[in-house]
């Protein structure tokens, strides 16, 4: 479990990467995850270019199977990051959706 100072921090720089828009370059569906993704599997990572030229890793969300194309525009949201249990803090994290 992390502490919730932790997660509060990294949750404040989460902030300011929302929103923004990119294209995949590439993408893979995960079928065996670490315990914490387990209720997830499969999922789908994604690495897109942003406008700003970064290049970042991060899971895909809210997509239909043939909505992950190369070259298909997604924005970055707030979602979930993982199971945790009755004690834990939830921690949310940047994922993306494709664009409409």
Known sequence: ??????????????????????????????????????????????????????RVYGQLVDFEKDQRTIGREVVSVFRKMGAVGSEDVVEYGVKFKPHE
């Open 1 to 54: 479990m992390q502490s919730a100072v932790r997660v509060w921090r990294k949750q404040k720089k989460d902030k300011e990467r929302l929103g923004k828009k990119g294209v995949i370059l590439s993408w893979t569906e995960v079928f065996v995850s670490p315990l914490r993704f387990e209720t997830m599997t499969p999922y789908t990572i994604v690495l897109v270019e942003l406008e700003d030229q970064n």
